[in-house]
Every structure is written in structure tokens, then in C-alpha cells.
């Protein structure tokens, strides 16, 4: 998987390219750019102390904080992304509450409302899902939605797929706000 991210370092921006494997976690890119310097490389740092906060452009630079054991694939980063290496125990005692909401509006728990954090949700119906949902129709591992500077909807094989606008999809980049039917 590759990355084109700029890291904020001490008050500098550096645009750099990551190459990495999309099962390394957070903590494994977080460690290898403190250890890299454009000028001077640094000593080696263990990715369990360090993480990413994904910076918002558009919020006077906040952004949100990330865990350092997510994998790199769950994460929600993508190309373009502005970052900044932190404290793992900064990332991991913040974490948002929520920041999309899974509105039910049919079937079975029609009118329930789950909060989703930034990274990746699996949605089905087997216990072991993020988000159970108790309809004959959804797969047991119906769909993963992942949530980063967009939202990202992926059929996980499921029998009776995801339906957008009645045609069933495999992988949509999606638009908040618009209605998906899942089973």
C-alpha cells in the first residue's frame, strides 16, 4: 500500500511517500517517520509509544487522534492526508465518540442509531461484528464501512449484497447522507 502523506514536524511540513504493508499498524508507520529526518536519520522507536493524528485542514489543524494497534488498512488514512507523530498514550486516551451515525431504517431495528468511530466497522449479523444487526436477510459478515476524510462501503461477500440506489455494489467511496440498503 502506498501513501502519499505530509508530516507535520516541529512547525515543518514534509511531503513523503509510504510504502507499506496494509496489515502494518498505525504504530509501525508512526515509528518509522519519528525515526526518519530529511537531514538526519534518528534512533529506532518502539510502535507501540508512538501513533498519527490525522490533521483537518480545515480546523485550525485539530484532527483526530488514531490508535496505534489499527492496522494501516483500518485506519482511514488515504493519499493527501496531513499527519503528525504523537504520544501512543495521547491516541489512545482521546479517542472520538463517534463520527458518523448508522441509522436503521427498515426491517428488523428500524429506527436505531449507531455511532461509528473513524476506521473500519464490520456490520452483520454474527456477534463478533462491530455493529449486529438482527435481520435474516444480512450476512453474518455482511459489510465493512470504513470512515476516514470520506466514507468507504465494502460487500464482504455477503448473499444479498449491498444496494445503492436498488443496483448492487462491491465498493463504493460514498457521500454522507445517502440512503445504502444492506441485505
Do not use: C, Y
Not at 494501516?72 to 496531513?82: E, H, K, P, W
Amino acid at each position: 500500500m502506498k501513501l502519499k502523506l505530509t508530516v507535520n514536524r516541529k512547525g515543518q511540513r514534509h511531503d513523503l511517500l509510504v510504502t507499506a504493508d496494509g496489515t502494518a499498524t498505525v504504530g509501525d508507520i508512526a515509528a518509522a517517520l519519528a525515526a526518519a529526518h530529511p537531514i538526519q536519520p534518528g534512533d529506532p522507536v518502539d510502535p507501540h509509544t508512538v501513533s498519527l493524528r490525522a490533521l483537518d485542514r480545515a480546523n485550525a489543524g485539530n484532527g483526530r487522534l488514531i490508535d496505534s494497534a489499527t492496522s494501516l488498512i483500518d485506519s482511514g488514512l488515504r493519499s493527501g492526508m496531513q499527519v503528525e507523530v504523537i504520544p501512543a498514550t495521547a491516541a489512545a486516551g482521546k479517542q472520538a465518540v463517534g463520527a458518523a451515525v448508522l441509522r436503521i431504517v427498515a426491517g428488523p431495528g428500524a429506527g436505531r442509531e449507531v455511532s461509528l468511530p473513524f476506521g473500519s466497522s464490520l456490520i452483520g449479523r454474527s456477534s463478533s461484528n462491530d455493529v449486529v444487526l438482527a435481520d435474516e436477510l444480512v450476512s453474518k459478515v455482511h459489510a465493512r464501512v470504513t470512515i476516514g476524510d470520506g466514507v468507504e462501503i465494502i460487500d464482504q461477500n455477503s448473499a444479498n449484497g449491498v444496494l445503492i440506489g436498488g443496483q448492487r455494489v462491491g465498493r463504493l467511496p460514498d457521500r454522507p447522507r445517502r440512503r445504502r440498503h444492506h441485505g
